[in-house]
Structure formats: C-alpha cells, structure tokens
C-alpha cells in the first residue's frame, strides 16, 4: 500500500468515526428543540387558561350564584337592636351624659332609641350580597359576593372575609377579588377616585359608600380589616396587575342606607 492510499483509509476511518458523533448531537439538537416547543405550547396555554378560560367559567357561573342570592335573601333572618346613643357634649366636661342602652337622665329628656338593623350571617361559600360600582363598567351591573375567601370561594366572584363586618353593619366589611383571573371583578379597581360610590345589595336593603382612602400595602398588611370606628367598606385585590407582590386597597365609608343614620349618631 503506497503511502497516498495509507492516508486515504486514514482520513476515511476518521470520517466513519465522526459520524456517528455528529448524529447524536443533532439528536440531542432536535429533542432538546421540540421540548422547548411542547414547553413553549404548555405555558401559552396555561396562559390562556388563567387569563380567558377561569373568567369564562366565572361569567357562567354568575346566574347561578345570583339564584342563590336571591335564595339566601328569602332566608335570611333580619333582627332589630336598640340603641341608646350617647349624650354626652364632648365639649363640656361636667357632662356625663346617657350611655348607649342607659335608662336614666341628668336632668334632660334622654334622646329617642334608635333601631339598627342585622342580617343573620351566611353559611360560608354562600352567596349573600350584589357589589355594584358605576364607574367600572364591568361592575355596573353587578357582581355577586360570596362568603368566604378560600381558594373555591373565590373561583365563584368576590369574598367577604368571614370575621369582619357584614356590608351595612359597623366596623370594618371586608371584600376580596382577582384582578386577573377568575372573572377578574376587581381588574379596574385602579381606576376609582376618592368620592366614588361603591353599592353593595344584601337582604337588607342597598347600601351606599364613598370612596376615602386609595392604598397600596404588602401582602402582610392584615391591619386593613382591623375593625374601624362608624361603618366602612374595604376592597382588597392583587397589585400591579398581573403580580400578587402587593395589594390595592379601597376604603370607603357608608354614607347611605338602611343602617347609615343609625351608624352615624352611634359613632
């Protein structure tokens, strides 16, 4: 064998060794290109899925919570308590004044009891009250409020946080929702200015609140459903849209309603 045809089957070995290299790296190539494709086809569609299918899914349930609603009014038990609001002048020391539920005077005529009205408490999951807000068109005409807010409950529309004020008693009604998915009722709360009226249906009757106070807190900030002095309305919702690294939060005071008089001379 000449020494040309020693270097011919020489570089022919190595080409034969090569090969079969070469094969396996276009076949890592390929499997690790359709993964990123099946990767790429699995995250657009869980996409899809939270942005568009949840709030289908929402939508379709709303005429089966309103049912509900309406249910859970007819039910509802609503009682009466009396209050004695108190006379004291805050500006006047020597004045002892009538405690609320006292039953004697100093001297004056003690004021006339007032009547507040509670609604019995719903079962937890329930759906119990409509939260209308006219300056969001997706709320205009309303969206129902369940109790609770658990995973589930809040899959169905908004949550009232269980422990807080029912809507149109004293204290401090907390009220929950998803910004994104689900329905996303609370996707425009951003767009609300103090003054802004914000309604909220029970068995009860209407109750009207105006917007007072636009927050932006951490997660951890529990202390806005601290109870609060008269009667007021706290909405809760994810903040910025898309990212649950902060919280909006809306709070507004009663201004009208079956109970607001009452709440206002107590207070």
Request: glycine share 10%; net charge negative.
């Amino acid at each position: 064998m000449t020494e040309t045809q020693e270097e011919t089957r020489q570089a022919g070995d190595t080409a034969e060794g090569a090969a079969p290299g070469l094969g396996r790296g276009l076949r890592i190539l390929h499997n690790l290109g359709w993964t990123l494709i099946y990767l790429g086809v699995f995250t657009l569609g869980f996409v899809v899925h939270q942005l568009f299918v949840t709030t289908w899914f929402a939508e379709q349930n709303q005429p089966e919570l309103a049912l509900e609603r309406l249910e859970q009014w007819e039910s509802t038990e609503i009682s009466e308590v009396v209050v004695v609001p108190d006379s004291t002048d805050p500006d006047d020391p020597n004045d002892p004044g009538i405690s609320s539920g006292a039953t004697g005077s100093t001297g004056d005529e003690p004021p006339e009891p007032l009547i507040l009205k509670v609604e019995s408490p719903p079962d937890l999951g329930a759906a119990f009250a409509l939260i209308r807000i006219p300056k969001i068109e997706r709320l205009q005409e309303g969206w129902n409020v369940v109790e609770g807010v658990r995973t589930a409950d809040l899959r169905n529309g908004a949550g009232h946080m269980p422990d807080t004020a029912l809507p149109g008693q004293p204290g401090n009604s907390v009220i929950s929702g998803h910004r994104t998915t689900w329905g996303q009722p609370f996707h425009e709360l951003d767009a609300l200015d103090p003054g802004d009226r914000i309604e909220v249906e029970t068995a009860l009757g209407t109750h009207i609140y105006a917007v007072r106070e636009i927050l932006v807190v951490k997660p951890t900030d529990f202390w806005v459903a601290d109870p609060r002095e008269g009667a007021w309305l706290t909405l809760t919702t994810c903040h910025p849209k898309f990212s649950a690294r902060q919280r909006l939060v809306i709070a507004a005071e009663l201004v009208f309603g079956p109970n607001a008089e009452v709440i206002e001379v107590m207070s």
